[in-house]
């Protein structure tokens, strides 16, 4: 998807650092977005009081959707971006809202598919995989896309997107190729328990990757084809391979977006019931943290998010991948061993610089 | 901080000597002579008996030391004098050795004193030669002794592996 944004009462140096910085971080943001002078999407610095009023007309007119910017989020604005920006606060800020404008697009899709037509859902984009064979190729029926519930914005539902998609794959061992428009193609084959895809660099997601990986059930195209032909096409592609729960791990933290996993409740009480095999499950180092934390402590996630200064959203995005590699164990009692032992500034001082050490060998 | 060091310890050929060539900034300093009893010799040609040494500078000039234990457990009074003052410990299972289980247990044992105030990690190598026993079993073995250690497969032959060994050592002493 293309998403236009443009920007209001900002200063001279802040709209020139915005423009800039979101040219810089095209590649990590999961669609195209591009700056305009006019757009449906703005970022609006509310420290003024021009762009207090623009906010506040348009969440009455709901006609726009406006990025508040400022240094407190004082608007209490569900949209918000914080002063100075900051690279990783925009790729978020901007890849939940296209989650948020795809996700709702994708609920008017499948309302109106499951009104109208559904047979039309994965259909229009067949010609992507024109050059699968015919006998072995097979357009899956839409009955297998969940259709009759609104999908949310508010939690990560796994079975409106695709990996609820792939999880159902593997549950009916069905060989499938998934792809979405101008979205990478994958190739599931549930009796190898492997997936064959183009190469994945973990640390440096391709825009077609990260479009896959995050889309709602609706825009993905599923085509069931043999084991034969899955061969074939990985050869003929030079396709790589990997653990199925590498790819499901890697969707997870794609899809989620900050979103806690329906059914989870954002207070109960939560640990890493082990160590996440990280040999097969692509990790950053605020992951290792994280997992560290949650080793030996059940507590909540806000109270990890607090102890291991790791930011909320990053913090579910890492739980719901955990959850789904059925690695979290809730309780009924809190237990957090380590609060009362915080680092003296030396060791923090030598812990970040052995980690700089290393991280300079990779 | 005197001494900052890290300890790679472990059985026999599961990789210790390979782990820390493998990070060190400067040529690794041995001390391998000829197998000499049947198992070891079995295993591998020549068998560290004092220590390996490797090391890397860190920004402001401070060493962190790499330090190889001998495997075999008649130089275990070597292991002691190692671990002393270790900011961690590193312990590396071969899983193709003939009790890869008996392995860490002796090791978890003979540790116990310095995990009770420091950290470790696990590492399981030779997975790719041996796929039994597998990670359940080992995190299983773990769970029944509600021992929380961080423990995955490496190849000591991959810096990354290696790399993220520490990186899972340091995490757990942020949080000790």
Request: proline share 4%.
């Amino acid at each position: 998807m293309h998403y236009k944004i443009s920007a209001t009462h900002l200063s001279k140096n802040d709209n020139v650092f915005f423009k800039s910085m979101l040219q810089l971080i095209q590649i990590q943001l999961n669609d195209t977005w591009s700056y305009e002078e006019t757009a449906d999407i703005v970022l609006a610095d509310i420290e003024t009081p021009l762009g207090v009023a623009f906010w506040e007309e348009s969440t009455q007119q709901q006609d726009k959707l406006v990025i508040a910017y400022a240094r407190q989020n004082t608007c209490n604005a569900e949209w918000f971006l914080p002063k100075p920006i900051r690279v990783q606060a925009l790729i978020k800020q901007l890849n939940a809202i296209a989650t948020f404008k795809s996700t709702v697009q994708g609920a008017v899709q499948t309302s109106q598919t499951s009104e109208n037509s559904p047979s039309s859902i994965s259909t229009t984009k067949a010609n992507l995989l024109g050059n699968i064979p015919n006998n072995t190729a097979q357009q899956v029926k839409p009955s297998d896309i969940p259709t009759n519930k609104p999908v949310s914005i508010e939690y990560f539902e796994p079975e409106h997107s695709l990996l609820g998609l792939i999880q159902s794959t593997i549950k009916k061992c069905e060989t499938k190729c998934f792809t979405c428009e101008q979205g990478e193609t994958i190739y599931i084959s549930p009796q190898q328990k492997r997936c064959f895809t183009s190469k994945i660099n973990f640390n440096h997601l391709t825009q077609k990757q990260r479009r896959l990986y995050a889309s709602v059930a609706a825009q993905v195209t599923m085509t069931n084809l043999s084991e034969d032909a899955l061969h074939q096409m990985a050869k003929a592609q030079g396709l790589e391979n990997y653990a199925v729960e590498t790819l499901l791990w890697l969707v997870t933290l794609c899809a989620s977006q900050g979103r806690l996993m329906a059914g989870v409740a954002e207070n109960s009480y939560v640990r890493l019931k082990q160590w996440p095999n990280f040999a097969v499950l692509p990790c950053q180092p605020v992951h290792l943290r994280i997992a560290a934390f949650m080793l030996k402590n059940a507590t909540t996630l806000t109270t990890v998010s607090e102890k291991t200064r790791v930011d909320f959203s990053t913090l579910v995005d890492f739980f719901n991948a955990c959850k789904v590699a059925d690695l979290i164990v809730e309780t009924t009692d809190q237990n957090v061993s380590t609060e009362a032992k915080p680092k003296s500034s030396a060791e923090q001082y030598l812990f970040k610089n052995i980690l700089k050490r290393l991280s300079s060998h990779e | 901080m005197s001494e900052i060091k890290l300890v790679f310890t472990g059985s026999v050929g599961a990789g210790k000597t390979t782990a820390i060539e493998i990070i060190s900034e400067i040529p690794v300093i041995r001390t391998d002579v000829r197998a000499t009893d049947s198992e070891t010799a079995k295993r591998k040609e020549k068998t560290t008996v004092a220590m390996d040494y490797g090391e890397l500078t860190l920004e402001d000039g401070q060493k962190l030391r790499l330090y190889g234990t001998p495997g075999q457990q008649r130089f275990d009074y070597m292991w002691r004098i190692l671990v002393k003052g270790a900011l961690g410990l590193i312990i590396l299972v071969d899983n193709a050795g003939s009790d890869p289980i008996g392995d860490l247990a002796r090791y978890v044992d003979n540790f116990r004193d310095f995990v009770s105030n420091n950290q470790m990690v696990v590492g399981v190598t030779r997975m790719d030669i041996a796929s039994e026993p597998d990670m359940d079993f080992y995190h299983q073995y773990f769970a029944e002794r509600g021992i929380a250690l961080p423990i995955f497969p490496v190849d000591a032959r991959s810096k990354t592996s290696v790399v993220m060994l520490i990186q899972s050592l340091i995490a757990m002493l942020e949080f000790s």
